[in-house]
């Protein structure tokens, strides 16, 4: 931690702030704070400067110079993509549903999730969740029965061919 003097690309001199203020991640500025930024680029200040004078870091300045340039404007922009379907919830009691009993169908849980959480989704929808979460729906490998008489026809059959040469 550095807390002495420095001189500013100004001539000014100030007492260095503490560098755990302003590392790590923060809130998304409000626009009373970007309104500034644009206009000290508009008045001709380098993003050092405003982002000595206005106590934001140089690359959330230049973030919003850019943005700025492009759109034309510094409001947040909408995420991109279709929003998810499912809440941390529903993923919840989808997984202790399929925790509880393993052999339900997709569309049986699809239904218990409408009755009890009111989600309205399909089957193929709760497959590609739990496949998301780890739950793979595989079929357990058939294994022939094998009974006491089919055992009594198989050990003469056995012996006989005990002696074969690999």
């Known amino acids: 931690m550095d807390t002495g003097v420095y001189n500013h690309p100004l001539g000014m001199q100030t007492a260095s702030t503490n560098i755990g203020e302003?590392?790590?991640?923060?809130?998304e500025l409000s626009d009373s704070k970007r309104g500034p930024v644009i206009g000290?680029?508009?008045?001709?200040?380098?993003i050092r400067d405003i982002s000595w004078l206005?106590?934001?870091p140089r690359s959330t300045v230049s973030g919003i110079i850019t943005k700025w340039k492009?759109?034309?404007t510094t409001a947040?922009?909408?995420p991109s993509g279709r929003p998810r379907h499912m809440t941390g919830r529903g993923q919840r009691m989808l997984k202790r549903t399929?925790?509880?009993?393993?052999?339900l169908s997709a569309e049986s849980i699809a239904k218990d999730l409408?009755?009890?959480?009111?989600?309205?989704?399909?089957?193929?929808?709760v497959r590609r969740e739990l496949h998301g979460?780890?739950?793979?729906?595989?079929a357990a490998a058939s294994k022939p029965s094998i009974t006491k008489c089919n055992a009594k026809r198989r050990m003469p059959w056995c012996k006989a061919c005990c002696h074969w040469a690999l």
Do not use: A, D, E, Y
Request: aromatic share 4%; hydrophobic share 25%.
């Open 22 to 27: 302003r590392m790590g991640r923060s809130q």
């Open 40 to 46: 000290g680029h508009l008045g001709n200040k380098s």
């Open 54 to 56: 206005l106590n934001i």
């Open 70 to 72: 492009q759109l034309g």
């Open 76 to 78: 947040t922009q909408p």
């Open 98 to 103: 399929v925790r509880r009993s393993h052999q």
């Open 114 to 125: 409408q009755t009890w959480c009111g989600l309205q989704m399909s089957p193929t929808t």
């Open 133 to 138: 979460m780890g739950f793979h729906g595989r």
